[in-house]
Every structure is written in C-alpha cells, then in structure tokens.
C-alpha cells in the first residue's frame, strides 16, 4: 500500500514539473510575440514615462501606444498629458517623466540650469507646405508685411521658442518690434483676435484658428527656405545612462508610428484632433504635418539657438553640443 501511494506521488510530482515547463515555455513564447519583431530584445517590458503637450508633435506618441507599436517593441509607455511647458519641463526636471517632445530653446536653458537632458532625435518640424509657428496681425490692423511691424506691440513669451521663432522671422532688418510678454498662448490668441494688440507670434494649431477668425498672415516659418523651429525629442541623462535599450526601442516604435501616420495621415485625423484640441471649425481642413524619422538634431541649428541664447545674455556657463546630443552606440 505504502509502495502504490509512493508511486503515486512521484507521478504527481513528475506531472507537475511537467506543466510548470510548459508554463515557463509559453510565458517566454509570448514575450517575443508581435509585430514590431524588435521588441524581442527587451525580456520585461520597460516602463517608461513620457510627457505630452496637446500639440500635433505628440501624435506618433499616441499612434504607438493605441495600435501597440510600442507593446511590440517591449515598452510600457505612460503618456502624461501637460497644459503647459512650464508643468511639462518641472516634471521632467522632478523625475516624475522621463522624456518627451521639447523644443530646442527650453533644453539649452535647463542645461544651463544645471540639468542634464539629453537631445535624442530631431522631432517636428515645418515644411514649405505645413507651419509650426507665425506671426499674425489682428484683425482690423493694416499690417501686411514683416516692414509693417515696426514700431508695432507684438505679443510673446520671453525668453522662450516663441521669442527665438519672433526675432528668426523678423530676422536681422530695420524693423524694431515691440515686444508684450502673454505667457498663456489662448490669452495671447484672444487679445489678438479683440484687436488689443496689434500681432501675436502663435503655434499651430492657434495659428489656423486665428485666420480662420480673420486674423492677418504676416509670415510662417513655412514661407522660409530654412527650418527655423524643429522639435526635438528629448529623455533624462540618468533615464538613458541606465536603460539605452529601451531608448533605442522607443525611437524605433515612434519611427514605425511614423511611417504609419505617413502613409495614411486622414486615418488619424480623429485621433490628433482630439489630442491637441484642435477647434472643431477648422478640424476638417486642418493640415496634417508630415513626420520625420529619428534621427539627430543638426548641429548648425544647435549652434544657430545657443548664438541667439548668448546674445541675450541667458547663458552663464558652455552648453555643447557634443554634451546635449545623445549618440547611440
């Protein structure tokens, strides 16, 4: 009797080691399973945090959450959405997110500011078909032309890429502008738009809305033969030192998102419209901008902002660019 109940357990035991292989089998079957392929590299999925401003930038960021690019390639992405720059770059400077889109102007500050953000791929940028910024003349001005600003109140931001974007579009004439600093862009829009003040420098998609209201065009910098305001993507030093992989990940899914949002940009119309609170009156007809595969920030428009950064004195110490771009190996 004792022999059969020996017998009996050790059938048990040889059944259960059995199903626990099996188990362990499937469970790492299905983390290499997916379309993105390269998620295979990474075995746990990385949790990373990104920061999100509702602007057309973000949209490959949701793209690649919602269709699971990024699940594909291994990633657990939160995207944590900001109303402001100003919210988005204290969280990052908290560590309460990761990285994210940003622009140029912010990163050398911080950098100067004692933080170390790195510049992981170029990101957004206008083309001669589609602005990312403008200066607009209100309504019932005579304004027509850069020529006819001067002298004239121009509501900006300070000492932000909306100033760096205003002087670049004014360029280097006689035309001496008055600058009014409206920190809160909707504000700044709406004072234009009451005739309160005589031009405003806007991003999209405030920049459609306010023509579609009757304010005037004055320039874009899509009507430059330059790109004066690229995006940038951008992650903690501390967040890339210890996970490059999963940076390398990340940029390969938003490369595919890309591609995706590329191929067949009315698809997601619904989708960037409700991220970047794109007005209903001009959501149909509104341009969608074509997206760029990672790939680095150039170091001529590096130089171009840290000149400008200098020449207003909001430097204090060397920022590079061999120290601001993240090169992967």
């Given amino acids: ?14 059944a259960v080691a059995i199903a626990c292989c099996g188990c362990i089998t499937n469970t790492n079957t299905n983390t290499n ?38 699940t594909n390639h291994g990633l657990d992405v939160e995207i944590i959405p900001f109303q402001s720059a100003m919210e988005r770059d204290s969280a990052l400077i908290a560590g309460e997110i990761d990285g994210g889109g940003n622009d140029p102007v912010s990163v050398a500050l911080m950098r100067n500011a004692g933080y170390d953000l790195k510049i992981v791929s170029l990101g957004l940028q206008a083309t001669p078909d589609k602005m990312r910024f403008a200066i607009l003349a209100s309504p019932a001005s005579n304004i027509s032309s850069v020529a006819d600003l001067n ?31 409206v920190k809160k862009m909707p504000l700044r829009m709406q004072m234009l738009l009451n005739n309160e003040i005589d031009a405003a420098t ?13 304010a ?9 033969n330059q790109t004066i305001s690229p995006g940038v993507i951008i992650f903690r030093a501390d967040f890339l030192n210890k996970n490059p992989e999963a940076v390398h990940e ?80």
Avoid: C
């Fill in 151 to 181: 002298g004239k109140k121009i509501a900006i931001s300070r000492n932000t890429i909306i100033d760096y974007i205003t002087d670049t579009l004014v360029g280097d004439t006689a035309v001496k502008v008055k600058k009014v600093e």
């Fill in 250 to 329: 990340f940029l390969a899914a938003y490369g595919e998102a890309v591609k995706r949002i590329n191929a067949n940009p009315e698809k997601y119309r619904a989708l960037l419209v409700e991220k970047t609170h794109i007005p209903p009156e001009i959501a149909s007809n509104y341009t969608i901008a074509t997206y760029l595969q990672p790939q680095a920030y150039p170091k001529t428009d590096f130089d171009t902002v840290i000149h400008w950064l200098r020449a207003k004195n909001l430097l204090h110490r060397t920022v590079s660019y061999e120290d601001t771009i993240w090169r992967s190996e």
């Fill in 33 to 70: 399973q997916g379309s993105g392929g390269e998620g295979s590299r990474i075995a746990t999925k990385m949790k990373i945090k990104i920061g999100a401003l509702p602007n057309e930038a973000t949209l490959p960021y949701y793209v690649a959450a919602q269709e699971g690019i990024f």
């Fill in 1 to 14: 009797m004792r022999r059969e109940i020996a017998i009996t357990l050790i059938l048990i035991v040889i």
């Fill in 216 to 224: 005037k065009l004055v320039i874009s910098d899509s009507m430059l």
């Fill in 202 to 214: 806007l991003p999209e998609p405030l920049a459609s809305y306010a023509l579609y209201k009757g």
